[in-house]
């Protein structure tokens, strides 16, 4: 009897232990909750052309409100917003702040008010997605609606030559379908979607938008381990720029970024009641050339970036 009962405690007391060890980590949000993310990043980005050094500090805090509408056995539909958008640049002693909370100025000479009210009108329509259980953005149902009210007042920028067509190439790549996605997966894809056990690993794949770059950034995630309603999962990402990545196009002038590679690490706690981000720590380094062509002109530019980010949920 005694023995018996032993083995019973002990394949209870294994259980136990199984059940600390294993997890489903996919999105479970509760319906109409309102969900607050922010996140908050430095980074230097260091240039040498014709042998100067030139350094560009930038800062960036943007915060994200997702609300679960419904829900079906394949995906989630939810309501995002970008509740503020905040850009602070240094650059060769030139400071520049686009943010959202200005309602700025579309008419303005300055591309700082200009890229403000563009974040404004931004910051103030909700999008409508489907998101799978992983987090991943499968459609924004009303980015093109988005986009084109957006896209509307660039007919009222004043700024010409190539400020002017820089600044319009910029807003239209920044309301793109894909870009829309990518800022609201920074805060949403890291989850396998499924149970996992502590020592399992998943991979996750995105194309990601940085100052016009397009970069590939394949992500593995390792659950380190569960404790209470937290998950501890670091992860490495290599990045690399995309097959498909086309050059920028500034005036006259085209810039290539063939070769740039890097690679990110972070340490993250998700909440595996909801699947989403408890804080999310990270460090990246990308370096590479930058080839400038224009008429009469063409040069390599050697780019080093190094940055640090932070994602918090807020109370």
Not at 98 to 127: C, F, P, Q
Not at 143 to 150: A, E, P
Not at 256 to 277: C, E, Q
Request: charged residues 20%; glycine residues 6%.
């Amino acid at each position: 009897m005694k023995k018996i009962l032993l083995s019973c405690v002990t394949v209870l007391f294994c259980i136990s232990i199984m059940a600390q060890n294993s997890v489903s980590l996919k999105m479970n949000l509760e319906k109409n909750k309102v969900y607050r993310l922010s996140s908050s990043s430095e980074q230097t980005i260091t240039q040498t052309i014709n042998g100067n050094q030139q350094t560009t500090d930038s800062k960036t805090n943007n915060t994200i409100s997702i609300k679960m509408i419904d829900a079906t056995a394949d995906f989630i539909i939810a309501e995002v917003r970008f509740d503020t958008i905040i850009y602070n640049t240094n650059s060769m002693g030139k400071t520049t702040i686009v943010s959202s909370v200005s309602e700025g100025n579309i008419k303005s000479a300055e591309t700082a008010d200009v890229m403000s009210y563009i974040m404004n009108r931004l910051s103030k329509n909700a999008l409508y997605i489907k998101m799978d259980f992983a987090g991943k953005v499968l459609e924004i149902v009303n980015s093109k609606m988005v986009s084109d009210v957006i896209m509307k007042d660039t007919s009222s920028i004043t700024l010409t030559g190539p400020i002017g067509s820089g600044v319009k190439s910029q807003i239209k790549n920044l309301t793109s379908d894909n870009t829309l996605k990518t800022m609201i997966e920074m805060f949403t894809y890291y989850l396998p979607g499924k149970q996992v056990s502590t020592g399992d690993n998943w991979n996750v794949t995105i194309q990601t938008n940085s100052g016009g770059m397009a970069l590939d950034v394949i992500t593995s995630y390792h659950l380190d381990k569960v404790k209470g309603d937290d998950a501890i999962i670091t992860a490495e990402s290599d990045i690399k720029t995309a097959v498909n990545a086309e050059p920028i196009v500034a005036g006259s002038a085209k810039i290539t970024y063939d070769d740039l590679k890097g690679i990110n690490k972070s340490n993250m706690v998700i909440d595996t009641r909801t699947g989403l981000v408890v804080e999310d720590k990270a460090k990246t380094h990308i370096a590479g050339n930058l080839g400038i062509n224009a008429p009469g002109m063409s040069m390599q530019i050697p780019m080093d970036i190094n940055g640090e980010s932070k994602v918090i949920a807020l109370q």
